[in-house]
């Protein structure tokens, strides 16, 4: 019976449904106030599967910006772009009002985390090589 049934699963999609299930769980198990040891082994494979989820999520992610077209790759870079000196201003300009206290490297890689996870998040997901393009994305023809 399972091996008949189509194995549409994503393994991108079933690792970030992981993810915030245990996230809701470590928040929940800090809230209450546990404190068992169970919780100290929990927060321990919690910090092994993020690792291992940023992990999976950086390299599929550099794996499937290669079948980008052209076009498209230059589209997300230049949305990157944008994204990263916006995001660098903001930082910039509340650490000039005293509202933040960051430092240069944190409020760099903080807007390129940032910048990149909005400009590449959809990369991982996408499976089909002609919906690797933004138009395609955007179209409202193609949003079921």
């Known amino acids: 019976m399972i091996s008949k049934m189509k194995k ?13 299930i ?8 800090i809230y209450t106030g546990i404190d068992k040891w169970i919780n100290i082994k929990f927060i321990g ?10 992990m999976y999520m950086a390299i ?14 230059k589209k997300r ?10 995001f660098s201003f903001i ?8 509202i933040s206290n ?7 890689s903080s807007a390129f985390g940032i910048a990149f996870g909005i400009s590449f998040w959809d990369v991982v997901f996408l499976k089909k090589k002609e919906k ?13």
């Not at 870079?77 to 916006?86: G, P, Q, T």
């Not at 930082?91 to 005293?98: G, L, R, V």
């Not at 960051?102 to 760099?108: C, D, E, M, N």
Request: proline share 0%; hydrophobic share 50%; net charge positive.
């Open 8 to 20: 549409n699963i994503h393994l991108g999609k079933l690792l970030t449904i992981i993810f915030f």
């Open 22 to 29: 245990q996230t809701v769980i470590l928040f929940f198990s």
């Open 45 to 54: 494979i919690y910090i092994i599967c993020t690792v291992l989820y940023i």
């Open 60 to 73: 599929m992610t550099i794996v499937n910006t290669r079948k980008l077209s052209k076009r498209d790759l």
């Open 77 to 86: 870079v230049f949305r990157f772009a944008k994204f990263f000196i916006l």
């Open 91 to 98: 930082n910039c300009i509340s650490n000039y009002f005293k």
């Open 102 to 108: 960051s430092g240069l490297l944190s409020a760099i």
């Open 132 to 144: 690797y393009s933004l138009d395609y994305v955007y179209k409202k023809d193609n949003i079921k």
